[in-house]
């Protein structure tokens, strides 16, 4: 199954990625840096900067601070990562910035009940804001 994470919201859909996971199926979710998290952007991206300053920096937690790795990370929170079952549903699970080209002439789904709608009043930020506010630094543009 392929997912469009443009404008959806990254809870959401990681619920619904997790569960195709636990069931078997393999899961990737394109354009991961479009997937929003809803309320005020300053306290998310503070939350988020928080995160990667935890820690020991030789001994961890070790964050990783791109857009497709954090909404890989927030439906792994989803799964019962500690049991067999939930660590092979984690390998399932593909998430990537864009589309890439062997994707592009698959059908991609896209979820009504997930997604922000575009004139929409919720306050949100998105993945690749919070990236690039907490220290991401792309290989190539991305817009």
Known sequence: M???AKNAIAGRLGTIAAKKALLGEEVIIV???KAVITGKPEIIIEKYYNLTQKGNPFKGPFVSRSPDRLL???IRGMLPIKKPRG?????RIKCYIGIPEEFKDKEIKTFKEIQLSEDSFIEHVTLLDIA???GWKPRVSIE
């Open 132 to 134: 690039k506010n907490i």
């Open 87 to 91: 660590k092979e549903a984690y390998k």
């Open 31 to 33: 354009n991961a840096e």
């Open 2 to 4: 392929i997912i469009d």
């Open 72 to 74: 890989r990370r927030i």
